[in-house]
């Protein structure tokens, strides 16, 4: 069982940056894909950036040159750094863990355990 917080979120202008973080509680972290994904209002979820257990990454074209994904397994969490914010970027974002691990899964139906989300909310 793995469970996964978020952080980080706040309100900021357009051009700013954030860096959310996602802690995990659990045995054998480092053997997970992490994700990030995204729900704007009145939006479906939608996926941001994946990094396997190996460090392999995937990202929306939308963010792609904006977002940064990294991982620390010391310290059991994964970093989403966001430059560049724009308005379209608001939404809430929830981590999400694969225990499979080696791939880059993009749909959230391919991830086990899930966090409870932060709010991003960017202003123009």
């Known amino acids: 069982q793995l469970q996964l917080v978020e952080s980080g979120g706040g309100s900021v202008q357009a051009g700013d940056s954030l860096r959310l973080s996602c802690a995990a509680s659990?045995?054998?972290?480092?053997?997970?894909?992490v994700g990030w994904f995204r729900q704007a209002p009145g939006k479906d979820r939608e996926f941001v950036v994946v990094?396997?257990?190996?460090?392999?990454?995937e990202y929306a074209d939308s963010v792609k040159g904006r977002f940064t994904i990294s991982r620390d397994n010391a310290k059991n969490t994964v970093y989403l750094q966001m430059n560049s914010l724009k308005p379209e970027d608001t939404a809430v974002y929830y981590c999400?863990?694969?225990?499979?691990?080696?791939?880059?899964?993009?749909?959230?139906?391919?991830?086990?355990?899930w966090g409870q989300g932060t709010q991003v909310t960017v202003s123009s």
């Open positions: 999400a863990a694969d225990q499979t691990g080696w791939g880059t899964p993009t749909h959230e139906s391919q991830f086990d355990y």
């Open positions: 659990g045995r054998a972290f480092s053997s997970y894909g």
């Open positions: 990094i396997s257990n190996r460090g392999s990454t």
